[in-house]
């Protein structure tokens, strides 16, 4: 047990590299891309500390060059399921009671490796696996999964510290337990800081973890894990499976051992996910813990008085930076008829100056989305806009997947505020823009609350404070992060904790004690210095 009160590192945000031409990361970053596009990996599941290779293999491809393969992965069996869960709540005996700052050091030291030797190998991984450009991956896989790691290490002591108040005939504590039983991390393929903080953040409050990523990103999550041994998180603590989600799934929420989801990826399979716990909830040693955040149809609005350059700006960045597949990404913006002329140029002049292709190619905005499926979907949307009577595409509209799933940056305008791609969530490089009556800006706030089911992000923009005011009341339900004269895209752990509402998850926060909160279980302990040896109260006498 610790001898005294730790005081953790200040948790810093890790500043992002330019890669600017000739600097050594860029250098660095493309020796690594090169080499591991070059090469092929063989990646196995991680159970109880020992790889674990199935021989039932999958292959890995870029997005932008899907006929080149960079490795295999193996796929699980229900045996295999079975085992992380077991070797889990063995581990869990000895994690459990691991003293906190040791949990701490073991974290802190990940976010070192990160930020040292293992930081072009993760951003080039990143670049490979989910095309992501240089920039993009810096962002995500080196600086927010550094800053979760660094972060969620003070939250922690912060949690801790929270005690209520005692009084000199009694002693009153509370000790922040990790759930009973273990827990199950599933993961998207589009942050790899988002497949590295979901596990890390639980194993950290003492948690043990079976962890399913991506199948889309499986090649950088092995680079999570790699740097999870090296900094020396023991084995069982956080265990890796891959395959097939439904059998996975099922044998975990079958155990009456499991105690808690943490979950990104959509709204549809997150609904199942909790049906299924709630159809199991009879054979649960405790109620599960379900934390997740899901889809988003996140929105730019601008108010008449905005600077055109400004929502131009917005647009181009909110809704095409890594291809329009973040979750907060625009998708859906309001831009009224005063602005419209001057943000229609921009965009379209700015969108025609991107270019397209693999990230290697550093001068390159735009690479390729995920794979075939999301491509197939796209495609399809955007060739309705082309037929429909009230959409029209101002530009972008093609695409190619002889090579890579590649998209054009494509802009819809449509005079149906309820048009098809105004709710419906795309996660690809496509926004739609309304034009509104500039007279009508109460209204339309009123159409963007209600068009949606989601609440994950938006933005507006305006020099008017009275309409950034009244944007801010009317449209309070309908994000969980809301940015004012900004893009609703790029939260920085420990500025601006990540969730939303609605349909788009729990809004637990990410990058806070918030959604740390969720992965202890309180426990109370009163302790009484002269206790009582008669039952009678005064008022008997």
Same mark, same amino acid.
């Given at each position: 047990?610790?001898?005294?009160?730790?005081?953790?590192?200040?948790?810093?945000?890790?500043?992002?590299?330019?890669?600017?031409?000739?600097?050594?990361?860029?250098?660095?970053?493309?020796?690594? +891309?090169?080499?591991?596009? =070059?090469?092929?990996?063989?990646?196995?599941?991680?159970?109880?500390?020992?790889?674990?290779?199935?021989?039932?293999?999958?292959?890995?491809?870029?997005?932008?060059?899907?006929?080149?393969?960079?490795? #295999?992965?193996?796929?699980?069996?229900?045996?295999?399921?079975?085992?992380?869960?077991?070797?889990?709540?063995?581990?869990?005996?000895?994690?459990?009671?691991?003293?906190?700052?040791?949990?701490?050091?073991?974290?802190?030291?990940?976010?070192?490796?990160?930020?040292?030797?293992?930081?072009?190998?993760?951003?080039?991984?990143?670049?490979?696996?989910?095309?992501?450009?240089?920039?993009?991956?810096?962002?995500?896989?080196?600086?927010?999964?550094?800053?979760?790691?660094?972060?969620?290490?003070?939250?922690?002591?912060?949690?801790?510290?929270?005690?209520?108040?005692?009084?000199?005939?009694?002693?009153?504590?509370?000790?922040?337990?990790?759930?009973? !039983?273990?827990?199950?991390?599933?993961?998207?393929?589009?942050?790899?800081?988002?497949?590295?903080?979901?596990?890390?953040?639980?194993?950290?409050?003492?948690?043990?973890?079976?962890?399913?990523?991506?199948?889309?990103?499986?090649?950088?999550?092995?680079?999570?894990?790699?740097?999870?041994?090296?900094?020396?998180?023991?084995?069982?603590?956080?265990?890796?499976?891959?395959?097939?989600?439904?059998?996975?799934?099922?044998?975990?929420?079958?155990?009456?051992?499991?105690?808690?989801?943490?979950?990104?990826?959509?709204?549809?399979?997150?609904?199942?996910?909790?049906?299924?716990?709630?159809?199991?909830?009879?054979?649960?040693?405790?109620?599960?813990?379900?934390?997740?955040?899901?889809?988003?149809?996140?929105?730019?609005?601008?108010?008449?008085?905005?600077?055109?350059?400004?929502?131009?700006?917005?647009?181009?960045?909110?809704?095409?930076?890594?291809? !329009?597949?973040?979750?907060?990404?625009?998708?859906?913006?309001?831009?009224?008829?005063?602005?419209?002329?001057?943000?229609? =140029?921009?965009?379209?002049?700015?969108? =025609?100056?991107?270019?397209?292709?693999?990230?290697?190619?550093?001068?390159?905005?735009?690479?390729?989305?995920?794979?075939? !499926?999301?491509?197939?979907?796209?495609?399809? +949307?955007?060739?309705?806009?082309?037929?429909?009577?009230?959409?029209?595409?101002?530009?972008?509209?093609?695409?190619?997947?002889?090579?890579?799933?590649?998209?054009?940056?494509?802009?819809?305008?449509?005079?149906?505020?309820?048009?098809?791609?105004?709710?419906?969530?795309?996660?690809?490089?496509?926004?739609?823009?309304?034009?509104?009556?500039?007279?009508?800006?109460?209204?339309?706030?009123?159409?963007?609350?209600?068009?949606?089911?989601?609440?994950?992000?938006?933005?507006?923009?305006?020099?008017?404070?009275?309409?950034?005011?009244?944007? #801010?009341?009317?449209?309070?339900?309908?994000?969980?992060?809301?940015?004012?004269?900004?893009?609703?895209?790029?939260?920085?752990?420990?500025?601006?904790?990540?969730?939303?509402?609605?349909?788009?998850?729990?809004?637990?926060?990410?990058?806070?004690?918030? =959604?740390?909160?969720?992965?202890?279980?309180?426990?109370?302990?009163?302790?009484?210095?002269?206790?009582?040896?008669?039952?009678?109260?005064?008022?008997?006498?």
């Amino acid at each position: 047990m610790g001898k005294g009160f730790f005081n953790v590192p200040i948790a810093v945000n890790e500043p992002v590299k330019s890669y600017a031409p000739g600097s050594p990361e860029r250098e660095a970053v493309l020796k690594a +891309y090169k080499e591991m596009f =070059n090469s092929t990996v063989d990646v196995p599941m991680y159970i109880n500390g020992k790889d674990v290779l199935t021989g039932n293999t999958r292959t890995m491809s870029p997005p932008h060059d899907h006929k080149h393969i960079v490795g #295999t992965y193996h796929l699980a069996e229900k045996q295999h399921v079975e085992e992380a869960i077991a070797t889990a709540l063995e581990a869990r005996k000895s994690w459990a009671v691991l003293p906190w700052e040791q949990r701490a050091g073991i974290f802190l030291k990940a976010a070192e490796l990160i930020a040292g030797p293992y930081r072009a190998k993760i951003n080039a991984a990143t670049m490979i696996a989910q095309s992501k450009t240089i920039h993009q991956a810096e962002i995500d896989a080196a600086c927010e999964l550094i800053d979760f790691l660094r972060f969620n290490v003070q939250f922690m002591t912060d949690i801790y510290a929270e005690q209520p108040e005692s009084i000199t005939e009694a002693w009153n504590r509370i000790e922040y337990r990790p759930l009973e !039983g273990f827990t199950y991390a599933v993961t998207p393929f589009n942050f790899t800081a988002i497949a590295g903080n979901l596990p890390s953040c639980m194993a950290l409050m003492g948690n043990v973890v079976v962890w399913k990523p991506s199948d889309s990103q499986i090649y950088s999550a092995k680079v999570i894990m790699d740097v999870f041994n090296e900094a020396g998180v023991p084995d069982g603590v956080i265990n890796v499976v891959f395959g097939d989600p439904v059998m996975i799934t099922d044998t975990i929420m079958s155990s009456p051992d499991f105690s808690g989801l943490h979950f990104t990826g959509s709204t549809f399979i997150f609904k199942e996910l909790w049906k299924q716990i709630g159809n199991n909830i009879h054979n649960y040693k405790t109620y599960p813990r379900i934390v997740g955040e899901t889809g988003g149809k996140d929105f730019i609005v601008a108010h008449k008085s905005a600077n055109a350059k400004q929502v131009a700006t917005a647009i181009v960045r909110g809704a095409f930076e890594f291809q !329009g597949q973040k979750c907060s990404a625009a998708s859906r913006a309001y831009i009224p008829t005063n602005l419209w002329e001057d943000v229609k =140029n921009y965009v379209i002049k700015d969108v =025609n100056s991107f270019k397209m292709g693999s990230p290697e190619d550093m001068s390159n905005f735009i690479t390729a989305v995920i794979h075939e !499926g999301s491509f197939d979907k796209l495609v399809k +949307y955007i060739d309705q806009a082309k037929a429909d009577k009230d959409a029209e595409i101002i530009v972008g509209g093609n695409y190619d997947k002889s090579k890579g799933y590649f998209i054009e940056p494509t802009v819809i305008v449509t005079s149906n505020p309820k048009y098809t791609t105004m709710c419906t969530e795309l996660f690809g490089p496509v926004i739609t823009i309304y034009v509104y009556d500039e007279n009508k800006y109460s209204e339309t706030l009123t159409l963007v609350d209600e068009t949606s089911e989601y609440a994950l992000t938006g933005a507006i923009l305006a020099t008017d404070r009275y309409a950034v005011d009244e944007a #801010t009341k009317t449209l309070q339900n309908s994000a969980g992060n809301f940015y004012i004269n900004d893009k609703p895209t790029g939260a920085v752990v420990g500025q601006q904790p990540f969730g939303g509402a609605r349909a788009s998850g729990t809004n637990d926060k990410a990058g806070s004690a918030q =959604n740390l909160l969720r992965w202890v279980s309180p426990r109370m302990i009163k302790e009484t210095f002269v206790t009582p040896t008669d039952y009678r109260y005064p008022f008997l006498g």
